[in-house]
């Protein structure tokens, strides 16, 4: 039998997220990450498939990465409705099991919160997307505002017991830069309230060659 921990983590949760994330404008900010994204795709994070609808049709294949089994499920319809074949291969961000060279992308959506080591996730991505792919990616992260990062800071240890494992405060450029990856554009700002949970940054970085 499930303890309450694990049916609010691998049961409750995703549905709850899959409800919440659908929103008009979170959408808006998943689309203009996708912008360019092309070929095969490795995906950590994948969820429920909220991003499958609003790829663009150059995409051809995705590789899906997520803790969370019960995700593919939720998925089905998306998963039916897409012409871009995926394939389910782990469920650990930190550890994809691709060869060097795979993929021409990568993608991450309100994904690197929640991973615990973001810096071997982020090592990963770059072992498996061919040199010159890109990453592409939007999450909410660190504000540049002290007063609120100092409440994030604070929050941040009850959103983790939370939202398993989601972290307020991380600063997303500064670790896809400091992984290595080459920073085409950036796009940040608060996405609406509460402003600790809601400065987000999308972006396109390459792999170097």
Same mark, same amino acid.
């Given at each position: 039998?499930?303890?309450? %921990?694990?049916? *609010? ?7 709850? &997220?899959?409800?919440?994330? %659908?929103?008009?404008? &979170?959408?808006? *900010?998943? $689309?203009?990450?996708?912008? +360019?994204?092309?070929?095969? =795709?490795?995906?950590? +994070? ?22 969370? =089994? ?10 039916? !409705?897409? @012409?871009? @074949?995926?394939?389910?291969? /782990?469920?650990? +961000? ?11 992308? +990568?993608?991450?959506?309100? #994904?690197?919160?929640?991973? @615990? ?16 792919? $890109? ?5 909410? /992260?660190?504000?540049?505002? @002290?007063?609120? $990062?100092? *409440? ?27 992984? /290595? ?6 796009? !940040?700002?608060?996405?609406? %309230?509460?402003?600790?949970? #809601? ?11």
């Amino acid at each position: 039998m499930k303890t309450p %921990q694990a049916l *609010w983590r691998h049961e409750a949760l995703p549905r709850l &997220i899959d409800v919440v994330m %659908q929103s008009d404008r &979170i959408t808006e *900010w998943r $689309k203009r990450a996708m912008e +360019g994204i092309s070929g095969v =795709v490795v995906e950590p +994070g994948f969820g429920t498939g909220l991003n499958l609808p609003h790829m663009p049709p150059e995409v051809t294949k995705v590789y899906a990465v997520d803790p969370a =089994v019960v995700g593919e499920k939720i998925a089905a319809d998306r998963l039916a !409705a897409s @012409p871009i @074949p995926v394939e389910f291969i /782990g469920l650990d +961000g930190q550890d994809l099991p691709l060869p060097d060279n795979t993929c021409d992308a +990568g993608l991450l959506t309100y #994904t690197l919160c929640t991973i @615990p080591d973001h810096d071997r996730a982020l090592a990963e991505l770059r072992r498996v997307i061919k040199p010159g792919g $890109k990453l592409h990616f939007v999450e909410h /992260g660190a504000a540049p505002d @002290p007063d609120i $990062k100092k *409440w994030q800071d604070r929050f941040t240890p009850i959103q983790q017991r939370i939202a398993d494992g989601c972290n307020l405060n991380k600063p997303i450029a500064e670790l896809i830069d400091r992984a /290595g990856f080459d920073i085409e554009w950036t796009e !940040a700002r608060y996405h609406g %309230q509460p402003k600790i949970g #809601t400065y987000f940054t999308a972006g396109v970085a390459s792999n170097p060659d």
